[in-house]
């Protein structure tokens, strides 16, 4: 998994700054209303790590789950090795990753009741105070703030329906997680239905966008998924004929592939 592109498309995080700042100037020059210019930021994998949720979720399940056979002095054991790795720094994204980076291969017969444990939990509010923001990603998203682009959330996480397989959804906990982080305040967007793809629905959404004539103006995009980004800037570029519209890629860990379309910055972290 992981993005194809040209190292001609890396930038740093001033750099893309300036290029927002360039895209601003092209949008009040249409008679865009400046006071509607904003981005979207993804949350999983773009602002927020994940990796120590998950991390969470694992040392429950060491310490609780009657579906391990192992003794008090076992979960000891793998309690104190994850949190050597949690000291570390030495987080997977895939849970299975995790699994066998703490327990090694000897735990691996209990993997699958791990990743169903980790499923039921992880798709919730209960656990989304351990997410971290990456390095410099409150800063940045305030420093266009600042710079009168207001920063927006469009994420993949649900809405709470009551026919879903996680009916609570992920919305109250993820208000709760941004603004302890302080994020700046803004408009978030969630999925509708837990089971539709991220790339579907984040499409959908620009398109409507261009259609509706909304109340805000999305300039930028920034996340995580380079199949996201390669949508996105076909939609906003290619269909909706927004030119200076710019497409980031923020380089973490990624669930799909995709070769990067030639308009799109790659960002390797907000600090870069
Ligand atoms: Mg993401």
Redesign the pocket.
Known sequence: MGARYNLKQVVTANEVLARIAKARNEAIKQWFDPARFTVRF?????LLDNGPRTLAILGHFIRHSTRLSWDDLQRAEMLDRLSDFVRRGQVAYAPEENWRLVTGESGLSFKDVWVGYWRLNFFTNVWLDYDRPFPGAVDFAAGLDAMGVRPTYLT?RHTPRATSEFPDGMEHGTRRSLSAYRFPHGSMFFKERFELSDVIYKARHFKEYGRADGVDFPIAIF???PAIIEEITRVMIGELQVPFFVPVLVETTSGTSARLPPQALVLRGFNS
């Open positions: 993804d949350l999983d994998g773009c993949g996340d995580n998924e």
